[in-house]
């Protein structure tokens, strides 16, 4: 788009609101931090496939069942009413993100982010096929003939077959794993898990295969508010100008002090291995993820002309200014509070959690009545959501105020498990022993098959002050 002259002696001014893309041929690179986003990789795959294929107490560690509105989590069963423990799970994870960027930056960007792992995985396919950086470059460059669609037709089959197999482990968190696969070797999946499979997976062929760095780039809004959780004291990887500049070639071994140069030999290849194709050496900008690629490939160099390591490091901006750097500083502080806080409250209420949920409706058409006997009755209704795993049997009882009488069934109240039962219930009381017009009564619940479940709800039995 152009901006148009003020008159007609000015050149008019270009404006890019969005640069084309040019496609990346990042190096491989081999080093410490490699080997630790390989690790990462490796991990965090294993973890996605391979947990849905893991049974516990007769059903799949992981698995949100939404027909039966059931969560099975590593042996915990939780329902719709438990959404509360999952808004604490992601305030966990928002203010873990928070504190470790402050603390050293973009760690999940270059080691845990799907997009960064998948990526990974990708290049890895792409490069075992096609070959290193350069001869991807050299064949794209190159005739467009039958050895090129060939290969790249292998590399894109790979792709969407690995692509496929990701959208079916997807679905497998939603529908138990073994027997999604049998419906897949019989050809009778239904019309939702193939839309799911081939939605996440050519999600995953287009964001990983293709988009790549543009996902983190233009997609991402981590990328754009990372700097507002940074400072000088912010663990980031930099480049050192004071040692590194002024820059240029010479031979291996060579002083730079004989030549009057820094440490840095311009070779470039911080720019080569780099995913999202910046240059370090133009310091901090938003596109870096983080992966620390420029450090291995620079430490290696480094290595072959007999300099000292570190050119390109994790650091701090005080630290490259010769300051002290402070790891302890309040709003990291303030960050490890609200951690622990909040780890601790979702500990504490999973550990206290009763998988029971008892809700008391007074009829409030009347507030009470007098029976033929004299007697002071309420009229509830009680609603017993079984929130265990298995069917459950309980009995009740009532208690705050002497002589109360209940009316209605008290024992054997069987309910399935993620079943709700309505329980209606009168009690009577003899008028004398009310105290106020308002009392406080107590609905005790428990469990005959489990006994542990034991629950106790509060509720107001009304009726007229005795004289």
């Given amino acids: 788009m152009s901006q148009p002259a003020a008159n007609n002696n000015e050149t008019p001014i270009e404006q890019v609101l969005y640069k084309k893309r040019e496609k990346i041929y990042p190096r491989e690179v081999h080093g410490i931090f490699a080997a630790l986003r390989l690790l990462a990789m490796a991990a965090l795959l294993g973890i996605y496939y391979g947990l849905p294929w893991i049974n516990l107490d007769g059903h799949q560690a992981v698995l949100f069942d939404l027909p039966a509105r059931k969560f099975h989590i590593f042996g915990l069963t939780f329902w719709p009413q438990d959404f ?12 873990s993100l928070f504190m470790f960027t402050t603390l050293a930056g973009r760690l999940w960007c270059g080691y845990a982010c799907p997009q960064t792992v998948w990526t990974e995985i990708y290049m890895w396919i792409e490069r075992k096929i096609e070959g290193t950086a ?37 679905v497998g968190y939603f529908t138990p794993i073994k027997e999604l696969w049998g419906h897949l070797l019989s050809w009778n999946l239904g019309p939702w898990e193939t839309f799911w ?15 790549r760095e543009q996902v983190c780039i233009y997609m991402c809004p981590y990328a754009r508010f990372q700097s507002a959780m940074f400072d000088h004291d912010t663990l980031v990887i930099s480049y050192d100008e004071m ?15 004989e030549v009057g140069l820094g440490d840095c030999i311009d070779c470039g290849l911080c720019v080569q291995v ?20 420029c450090i291995d490939v620079c430490d290696d160099v480094m290595d072959k002309m007999g300099y000292p390591r570190g050119l390109v490091k994790y650091t701090t901006e005080h630290a490259l200014q010769g300051q002290p750097t402070k790891v302890i500083r309040p709003r990291l502080l303030v960050y490890i509070a609200i951690l622990t806080f909040v780890t601790g409250a979702l500990v504490y209420g999973l550990l206290t959690r009763i998988p029971l949920e008892v809700d008391i409706i007074r009829d409030r058409n009347v507030l009470y009545t007098e029976t033929d006997a ?14 265990y795993d298995k069917k459950q049997s ?19 109240i069987e309910i399935e498990s993620g079943a709700v039962a309505d329980l209606p219930l009168r009690i009577e009381i ?15 619940i428990e469990s005959e098959t489990t006994p542990e479940i034991v629950i106790d709800e509060h509720a107001r039995f009304l009726g007229p002050v005795a004289r």
């Fill in 197 to 211: 499979i081939f939605f996440y997976g050519f999600a995953t062929y287009g964001n990983a295969g293709f988009m």
């Fill in 430 to 444: 003899d008028p004398v022993e009310l105290k106020s017009s308002s009392s406080e009564i107590r609905f005790h």
């Fill in 243 to 257: 040692r590194g500049n002024p820059r240029g070639s010479r031979r291996r071994g060579t002083p730079s002090a």
């Fill in 134 to 170: 350069r001869q991807q470059k050299k064949r794209d460059q190159g005739p467009h003939d039958a050895a090129y669609f060939g290969v790249k037709a292998t590399k894109h089959g790979a792709w969407l077959l690995f692509s496929l197999w990701t959208g079916f482990t997807f």
């Fill in 374 to 387: 004299g007697l002071v009755q309420n009229v509830y209704n009680l609603k017993l959501i079984n929130m």
């Fill in 274 to 293: 780099c995913p999202v194709g910046i240059d370090i050496r133009d310091g901090m900008q938003y596109q870096c993820i983080g992966c620390a690629a």
């Fill in 84 to 95: 509360f423990y999952l808004s604490m799970l992601l305030i966990i994870a928002a203010i």
């Fill in 394 to 412: 309980y009995r009740l009882s009532v208690s705050g105020l002497d002589g109360l009488q209940v009316i209605g069934q008290t024992e054997g």
